[in-house]
Nanobody, 121 residues
């Protein structure tokens, strides 16, 4: 099996910064896309940012210019640097990874347990 473990959430004031990390472990042959999603109470889970193995990134319009996604392929880890945080960024942030567990397996999606980010004064 594959486990994704997030860390780095917490409470921060508006305008502040946080850095989220997500490490994948377990039976991993290769990882394609990794990404971050978030979900606020009463809302659907939404994409925040994704990054593929080559380093190509994609961001939601609401976070462009404020958030930066990166990854360390050797460590199977993805990061999300969040700057200029706003109250509307408050949500549970989930890590996602498309993982191939064996060379002959297809890529399957795995999710972390989520980490709370609260932006409030």
């Amino acid at each position: 099996q594959v486990q994704l473990v997030e860390s780095g959430g917490g409470l921060v004031q508006p305008g502040g910064s946080l850095r989220l990390s997500c490490a994948a472990s377990g039976r991993i042959f290769s990882i394609n896309a990794m990404g971050w999603y978030r979900q606020s109470p009463g809302k659907q889970r939404e994409l925040v940012a994704t990054i593929i193995t080559s380093g190509t990134t994609n961001y939601a319009d609401s976070v462009k210019g404020r958030f930066t996604i990166s990854r360390d392929n050797a460590k199977n880890t993805v990061y999300l640097q969040m700057n200029s945080l706003k109250p509307e960024d408050t949500a549970v942030y989930y890590c996602n990874a498309a993982v191939r567990e064996r060379s002959w397996y297809p890529y399957n999606n795995f999710w972390g347990q989520g980490t709370q980010v609260t932006v409030s004064s």
